[in-house]
């Protein structure tokens, strides 16, 4: 057994994480051992999510159909039975809700939604039941519309407020492929027509819609054999098409189950009549192209015979929970797959790229007013050097300033001190200013920073405790001093003066360089400030846009809505019409009944004043004959 450790995932207030066993890696279907009271095993169930919670509806076990509802709660890891077994009909009258298999479950806000199924009473139509999560109540829809035949083994995806049902096999095992729409607000039905090639009548397959607007079918059972086949209907032009796959493709299953995490349609189980099927494929959408994802053990659940399978999102990464099924006998079980989200590991990787890039450009804008401290922090102490280099370089050229150098030597620490002293320089001579672009940098120095130059003075050998260096005239430009000194310190002082040419230079490099970082901040702020009011305008006209979106959605829902009411209209009126031709039919049929009947009564009757004339004529001439009364006899 190994125990996972959700800490990383969880916040410190849920309860401990879930045991799981596995016998394979962590990238494999692993066993999901949870608490409470496990529901009876059961397959040809339905599942579906709602909140943080999976609801399985029915199913059958092997002692016939349910009718029960469980709830796998993900926060406490723990089965429970919903306390509802009832519904309310219109008239509120609790009614038992009907034990039902091969149904299909979808989540509609804090509602899941039971539709069609094989129901033990059966219907003659499709029924919509809503199970609320938080009363955990049951309630009817009572549709209108064109109500599709009842029927089991189907598939039904909703898009918005509108559910989408494709196929399955009504009562008589008879083999569907007519495609339906259920309005949940209007609670209308209606077919839909389409053109292109539709798939097969089947059951038993998988269907998936993918951005609101294109439907996938794969696989499922035909009435002759097991199918693999791949269609997609696009709801904007509702042209079916069969997706054609180059190179791999899965082999024909059918009651296998499929799960759409992004753009990758995730489709595990299923099986023909002679084999099931153990690996969980994946079709990538926008590629249009098949691959595995793994080969469950042959223990998972996977394996098994009407399973269910539902899609659960916590933080950075995405479960898939498989649920019950049957091989030889029902099973109870759980299994979850882990999938990490690539969008998800993509947009951290940016925002750490971003952030990154925020971290530097943050430290290249808080690092400008360092960096021009450290530039005048170095830049300083090049002046200072520089600053005794041109000190030393009037030295050099004391006789034009007027300047006695002396040298002497100390006793008590055995070191040598440079003593300048400046009797008739200018204000220029008497500081050294280095001057660069943008910057005046002024340096005044005393004789005690002229030692580190003359240290190496004062360690040559001197015969006398003092030298000094009077100053000459000014017409000669001479010192009185020995020759090997003044080369000494011409030599010095030329290679001082051609270190702080290269100091100026180097000085000068780094001023122009954070000028020109400066400048360059400066465009970079400023363009920051240009593209912040371009992305609060593009936001602004973002919202604009939902604004306009939310209104157009709103009257295309609308408009739609009130197409279905027209349609039903025209379906009523269109009823009422056949009604009353066949209405008509039978008038005009009295009516030529009738007509034949007047006439021969007409015939009749002529027949008759015929008769009566000549019954007339014949009285006449009777009367006309009779003999003239005789005289009587007498006697």
């Known amino acids: 057994m190994l125990a996972v450790n959700h800490s990383d995932e969880l916040e410190s207030h849920c309860p401990p994480a879930p045991v799981i066993n596995s016998s394979g890696n962590s990238e494999n279907w692993m066993v999901l051992s949870v608490a409470g009271e496990t529901p009876v095993p059961r397959f040809n169930h339905a599942a579906t999510v709602v909140g943080n919670k999976m609801i399985v509806v029915g199913g059958e076990s092997a002692n016939g159909l349910l009718d029960d509802v469980q709830v796998l709660n993900f926060d406490t890891f723990s089965w429970t039975m919903a306390s509802s077994k009832l519904y309310l009909s219109p008239s509120n009258l609790p009614l038992k809700i009907p034990s039902c298999k091969g149904h299909s479950l979808v989540s509609w806000g804090k509602k899941a939604l039971l539709v069609g199924g094989r129901t033990d009473p059966a219907n003659d139509k499709v029924s919509v039941w809503s199970f609320d999560t938080e009363t955990e109540c049951w309630s009817v829809m009572e549709a209108k519309g064109e109500i599709p035949v009842a029927r089991s083994g189907h598939t039904v995806v909703r898009a918005s407020s509108v559910l989408i049902l494709f196929g399955g096999e009504d009562a008589k095992k008879k083999k569907l492929n007519d495609l339906h729409m259920f309005d949940l607000k209007s609670l209308t039905w209606l077919t839909l027509q389409c053109t292109g090639t539709r798939p097969s009548p089947r059951s038993n397959h998988i269907a998936t819609l993918y951005d609101d607007k294109t439907l996938f079918v794969f696989g499922g059972a035909s009435k002759s054999r097991t199918l693999n086949d791949l269609y997609s209907l696009d709801f904007e032009t509702m042209v079916w098409s069969r997706i054609k796959i180059r190179g791999f493709h899965p082999s024909p299953r059918a009651g296998c189950c499929g799960i759409l995490c992004g753009t990758k349609w995730y489709i595990a189980g299923g099986g023909s009549r002679k084999k099931r099927h153990a690996e969980t494929f994946i079709y990538d959408i926008l590629k249009s192209e098949w691959s595995v994802a793994i080969t469950p053990l042959p223990s998972s659940i996977t394996t098994n015979k009407g399973f269910s399978l539902v899609l659960v999102q916590h933080k950075d990464k995405d479960f898939l929970v498989a649920f019950g099924g049957c091989k030889k006998e029902p099973s109870n079980q759980v299994e979850v797959l882990i999938i990490e989200k690539n969008e998800s590991s993509m947009g951290r990787r940016s925002t750490l790229s971003k952030s990154v890039g925020q971290m530097q450009f943050a430290k290249r804008s808080s690092s400008a007013g360092p960096a021009s401290q450290m530039i005048n922090g170095s830049s300083q102490s090049s002046v200072a050097s520089a600053a005794k280099q041109n000190l030393a370089s009037v030295i050099e050229h004391g006789s034009e300033h007027n300047t006695t150098v002396r040298i002497t030597k100390n006793s008590d620490d055995s070191s040598s001190i440079l003593q300048a002293t400046e009797e008739k320089m200018n204000q220029s001579e008497t500081g050294v200013r280095i001057s660069a672009p943008g910057t005046k940098i002024s340096s005044e120095f005393g004789t005690e ?25 000014d017409r000669s430009g001479a010192l009185s001093a020995p020759t090997s000194i003044y080369q000494f310190y011409d030599t010095r ?31 970079a702020l400023k363009s920051k400030e240009e593209m912040e009011k371009k992305f609060a305008d593009a936001m602004k006209e973002m919202e604009l846009l939902k604004e306009k979106l939310t ?37 005009q049929k009295e009516l030529h009944s009738t007509r034949g009947v007047l006439a021969g009564e007409r015939a009749r009757a002529f027949q008759l004043q015929v008769e009566v004339f000549h019954l007339k004529q014949r009285l006449q001439s009777m009367e006309n004959r009779a003999p003239t009364p005789r005289k009587p006899f007498n006697v």
């Not at 003075?457 to 000094?468: C, G, L």
């Not at 197409?563 to 039978?586: G, P, Q, T």
């Open 449 to 473: 920073c002229l030692n580190p130059h003359v240290e190496g003075i004062a360690n040559d050998p001197v015969d006398n405790d003092n030298f000094v260096f009077p100053e000459a005239d």
């Open 493 to 523: 002082m030329a290679s001082l003066s051609r270190k702080n040419g290269i100091l100026e230079v180097q000085l000068a490099t780094a001023l122009a360089s954070r000028d020109t970082a400066e400048r360059t901040l400066a465009a």
């Open 551 to 587: 209104g157009i959605e709103l009257a295309h829902e609308e408009a739609n809505n009130l197409s279905n009411i027209v349609h039903s209209d025209n379906v009523r009126l269109e009823h009422d019409v056949a009604f009353l031709k066949a209405v008509l039919d039978d008038t």
